[in-house]
């Protein structure tokens, strides 16, 4: 029987009740710097750490001081994770039950209270209430939450941002975007415009660059959080022209992900399992040279990216750690949703403006002016040992890598987490509450919850509620280790499922017929929490880049 490993949350044995967020309102000295990391449409298992074969020694690092989250959770995609990231609430009555762009095509949802394609007015912002704790705020990278004049970074907490308003585009400094009905992406710093960029501009870096000057600037009397969104690695595949790209990938789709799947057991992550569901069953040896060639580019494109955005996540954590001598430092990372495997050129006329656009050419793929993205069998591997990518409610959308670096604590967990505990997390660390901050009492109560017990004692029970998805139509809750999903054809059944996630974290067996009334409880769940968080029911999907030929 496939299974999952247990694991326990190791605490080094020289804590001696000195963990961030005790007895700190009163020692300001002692309130940790925050460096809070995002990366964008990261897999699973593209992490060494995670399993992956892409160098990422900075990260691997990060994962083995500190805390590996294995059942940790973010939303299907990038604008409904960070409106949580950014609230401790659910997206649905935060602004963003859909991506932005998304809402203009879902009509039906314009105009409804907790989809404004925004962070609304009703809600307070993690670095609104680290403020009214005496911390500093900055940003950079992917804002994706709004670009209306109160809806931007530096109205909602941030003393300095540098923000990319829409959900991608190029990394180049040519600030080409991702849609037609999006051509061109807008930057602010602070709250100015950002007309040009510098010609040597590369945004990967370019994040790290404004983010270190940003701490250059911080009065070191009070302290800080950092947050770095980058866009990596996030289609369009592009890197420096004189990058040298990675090879092994003509290999193939299932070679590669036969590979992580070894080294995920050999980590002693999970055992037993097999290779995540596919919508496809396309084989690597019926393509011809020409395609396999494309594709292997591909796939060393995003590795490349993905080890870039390793290399300045390190160059920001030596920053970070020299700017925090003289106190604690807590360090998060974590990917958004799982990586993209839509079909991009089927996002309405992309497809056609893409090939009047852009250079297409095997030769100029990666470079600027360029335009590719994985595709769905890379993707796949990417989100290994899970099921499906991003936009989907199947593990392999929603379950990311996660770590957490501060003073005292190591080791792994299994335990359910949800991206809305990372703000009441960090608010405990920095010595609040974020249930009982008076300033905010107008406002909606948080719905996450502090992890801190949990990760202070391995012997805590962290009595997590169930945890509720939707998006696009697709519909999953998870309560302890039993979930239900259900994605409407074609890519699933339009049937609930269930699956036992302690045993199959693959979602391979569906266990329905077995336990009827174990799902018949969860689906009253689910109905429960979209009552409440104001989710709209669609009976269909709604997803955006859907393939024609997938099948339940």
Known sequence: MRYLIPVMLLLCACVNNSLPGEAQATNADQQP???????????????????????????????????????????????????????????????????????????????????????????????????????????????????????????????????????????????????????????????????????????????????????????????????????????????????????????????IAKERLQRIEALGLYSGLPVGESLTSADWDSLDEVQQAEETKRMALYAAMVEILDSETGRLIAAARHKSADRPLVILFLSDNGPEGNNIAGIGTTGQWIQAEFDLSYESMGAPGSYAWTGQQWSEVSAQPFSLFKSFVSEGGIRTPAIISAPGLSGRSNQLTSVMDLLPTLVEMAGGDAQRQSTFDHLLPVQGVSMLPALKSPESVFDRPALGFELYGNRAIIDGHYKARLIWPPAGSGQWQLYDLSADPSESTDLARIYPQVLEGLIAQWHEYAESNGVYLFDHDNGYGRYEEYAP
């Open 33 to 255: 710097n925050i460096l809070l990391i995002l990366a964008d449409d990261l897999g699973f298992s593209d992490i060494g750490a995670y399993g992956g074969e892409i160098a990422t020694p900075n990260l691997d690092q990060l994962a083995n001081q500190g805390v590996q989250l294995l059942n940790f959770h973010t939303a299907p995609t990038c604008g409904p994770t960070r409106g949580m990231l950014m609230t401790g609430i659910d997206s649905h009555r935060v602004g963003t039950g859909a991506n932005a762009a998304a809402l203009q095509r879902l009509t039906m949802l314009q105009g409804r209270p907790g989809y404004e394609g925004y962070l609304n007015q009703d809600v307070a912002t993690l670095p609104e209430r680290l403020a009214v704790l005496g911390y500093q705020n900055f940003m950079v990278g992917k804002w994706d939450l709004g670009g209306e004049p109160q809806a931007r970074p530096a109205q909602r907490g941030f003393d300095r941002s540098f923000a990319l308003i829409e959900s991608g585009g190029s990394y180049f400094a040519d600030m080409r975007g991702n849609f037609p009905f999006e051509p061109r992406i807008r930057y602010f710093e602070d709250d100015m415009p950002v007309e040009s960029l510098p010609d040597d501009f590369y945004a990967t870096s370019f994040y790290t660059d404004k983010l270190i000057q940003f701490l250059g600037e911080t009065d070191s009397r009070r302290p800080w959080l950092a947050y770095a969104a980058y866009t990596a690695p996030h289609w369009p595949l592009q890197v420096p022209q004189d990058y040298e790209l990675p090879q092994g990938y003509e290999a193939g789709w299932q070679a």
